[in-house]
């Protein structure tokens, strides 16, 4: 079966394309030593292996986590959800559904109770729309794991900023925008130093942080910070 075509708003749109003309003049991927030590080729075979394995070894979680969505939250086990990937390009992601069907909807409602500095990216510690079994897959990440077949496909890599989705980037300036330069991943250097404890500038920060100076040194151990991160669960709501 096909991917649906992806429709985004006017506005939206607008802006991602003012924000796909400036990264195209002030690309600088190749700067980043990580980039220059680890070519196109062998970081995809890479992503493409970590992706592979790790869809192996998760399906029995998978499995597990879509039966208690199954059975204690109406609708569907699997969502696929907009994103922003590499210079402002849209990609889908798969995740595995943590919020009632609704959620979209009673977002604006919710608005005023926003926890996130700046008000670009939305945090509510105690979020009513995700369920009880959500909270404990998001704790863990474990509604993340789809996303491997991002890695296997090609539109995101294993170590880089987080795919924001279209209408945080619609409120980026230029600063922000650097975090377009590159693939979006699945786990970076903010989602191991603290996670959604961490404001909006902060996270901008260590994701540029990364782009810039990030050895392969750095992103083994990003790698192995993650797993602690996972299981502690915190900075996750």
């Known amino acids: 079966m096909g991917e649906r075509a992806i429709r985004l708003p006017p506005a939206i749109l607008g802006?991602?394309?003012?924000s796909r003309a400036t990264l195209s003049r002030t690309w600088i991927v190749g700067r980043s030593e990580v980039r220059r030590?680890?070519?196109?080729?062998?970081?995809?075979?890479?992503?493409?292996?970590?992706?592979?394995?790790?869809?192996?070894?998760?399906?029995?979680?998978?499995g597990a986590a879509a039966v208690l969505v199954k059975l204690t939250s109406p609708g569907p086990v699997f969502f696929r959800q907009v994103r922003i990937g590499l210079l402002g390009q849209p990609i889908v992601v798969r995740k595995i559904r943590t919020m009632h069907t609704d959620a979209e909807k009673r977002l604006e409602s919710l608005v005023s109770k926003n926890e996130s500095e700046g008000g670009v990216t939305f945090k509510i510690r105690r979020?009513?729309?995700?369920?009880?079994?959500?909270?404990i897959l998001r704790k863990l990440s474990i509604d993340e794991l789809p996303?491997?077949?991002n890695l296997v496909e090609g539109s995101m890599t294993t170590?880089?900023?987080r795919p924001p989705i279209p209408r945080e980037v619609a409120l980026y300036g230029v600063h922000e925008r650097r975090r377009l330069e590159v693939k979006p991943g699945l786990t970076c250097l903010w989602q191991v130093s603290g996670r959604s404890d961490l404001n909006f500038d902060k996270q901008v920060s260590?994701?540029?942080e990364y782009i810039d100076n990030a050895t392969l040194a750095d992103e083994a151990r990003i790698l192995l910070r993650t797993v602690p991160a996972v299981v502690?669960?915190?900075?996750a709501y």
Do not use: E, H, M, N
């Not at 802006?15 to 003012?18: D, G, M, P």
């Not at 075979?45 to 394995?53: K, L, R, W, Y």
């Open 232 to 235: 502690s669960g915190k900075g």
């Open 206 to 208: 260590l994701d540029i």
């Open 147 to 149: 996303q491997l077949w």
């Open 15 to 18: 802006r991602l394309a003012r």
């Open 159 to 161: 170590f880089g900023p």
């Open 127 to 135: 979020d009513p729309r995700v369920t009880p079994v959500g909270r």
């Open 37 to 62: 030590r680890a070519g196109p080729v062998i970081r995809r075979s890479f992503d493409a292996v970590v992706g592979c394995t790790g869809l192996l070894l998760a399906t029995p979680v998978l």
